[in-house]
């Protein structure tokens, strides 16, 4: 269990109690209501991600570089669904730790991610394969391609 877990709801409870302390029921109703505006903000902030990646293909990035560049340990899946707006592919099974999703970009480079309780633990970057052409002659006075 993550002491994030544990902290918030303590801290919620002494914001009220503080809140009553101070200003009897009026700190009360005013830390309510703000703990209230701080839950409706994140709400809103978690719906308008969502909002945007239900309109993008699924597992789509515009650059797998760039989001592999962007990326830093410890950061929330819904922080990486936002940079990248769009849903990963999961190739984890569900309900599994740790959780692996992968964004795929025009070129075919992607990027791998592996969440361990919502947090970004690790990432792997690949390339896509050139084609060997076997067909490729070299031009004269060039030595031959490796």
Not at 9 to 15: D, E, F, R, W, Y
Not at 27 to 41: D, E, K, Q, R, S
Not at 106 to 118: E, K, L, M, R
Request: charged content about 15%.
């Amino acid at each position: 269990m993550s002491l994030q877990k544990i902290l918030l709801p303590i801290g919620a409870v002494v914001l009220v109690v503080a809140g009553y302390r101070s200003w009897g029921w009026g700190g009360v109703a005013f830390a309510v209501g703000a703990l209230t505006l701080w839950l409706m903000l994140h709400f809103t902030r978690l719906m308008t991600i969502l909002k945007r990646a239900a309109n993008m293909p699924l597992g789509y990035v515009g650059s797998a570089v760039m989001l592999q560049a962007k990326l830093k340990p410890k950061m929330t899946l819904m922080h990486v669904i936002a940079m990248t707006r769009s849903l990963g592919v999961q190739l984890s099974p569900p309900d599994t730790q740790p959780e692996q999703f992968r964004w795929t970009d025009p070129s075919d480079a992607s990027v791998t991610c592996d969440f361990q309780d919502g947090k970004l633990v690790r990432w792997e970057f690949r390339r896509p394969e050139p084609p060997v052409d076997a067909g490729v002659t070299t031009l004269p006075g060039l030595p031959p391609a490796p």
